[in-house]
Nanobody
Framework: QVQLVESGGGLVQAGGSLRLSCAASGRTFSDYVMGWFRQAPGKEREFVAAIGQTGGTTYYADSVKGRFTISRDNAKNTVYLQMNSLKPEDTAVYYC?????????????????WGQGTQVTVSS
């Protein structure tokens, strides 16, 4: 069992930056592939970024590639999402997720544990 707690969301103007954090507790953090997903009102949850157990493998949705960076610090049991050049269409609840497998996946159904989410609002 893994518990995930996100933080760092908020209100920012278009073009601004935010850094989300997700603190994990429970089982060994480095055993998990970690992902970030988001869900806007009236839309399905969508993949944003994922990172392998050691941090050597990363994947991004095309919509955030070049603007967002996922990273992890296994010593601190934390995964981060640095979001730059934010756009109003990035507005959503952002969720951290953990997958107890080696292979990185980009589908929400492939993740075993989820945080409660943090709201990100980008004003135009």
């Amino acid at each position: 069992q893994v518990q995930l707690v996100e933080s760092g969301g908020g209100l920012v103007q278009a073009g601004g930056s935010l850094r989300l954090s997700c603190a994990a507790s429970g089982r060994t953090f480095s055993d998990y592939v970690m992902g970030w997903f988001r869900q806007a009102p009236g839309k399905e949850r969508e993949f944003v970024a994922a990172i392998g157990q050691t941090g050597g493998t990363t994947y991004y949705a095309d919509s955030v590639k070049g603007r967002f960076t996922i990273s992890r610090d296994n010593a601190k049991n934390t995964v981060y999402l640095q979001m730059n050049s934010l756009k109003p269409e990035d507005t959503a609840v952002y969720y951290c997720a953990a997958r107890w497998r080696i292979v990185v996946r980009t589908t929400a159904a492939d993740y075993d544990y989820w945080g409660q989410g943090t709201q990100v609002t980008v004003s135009s």
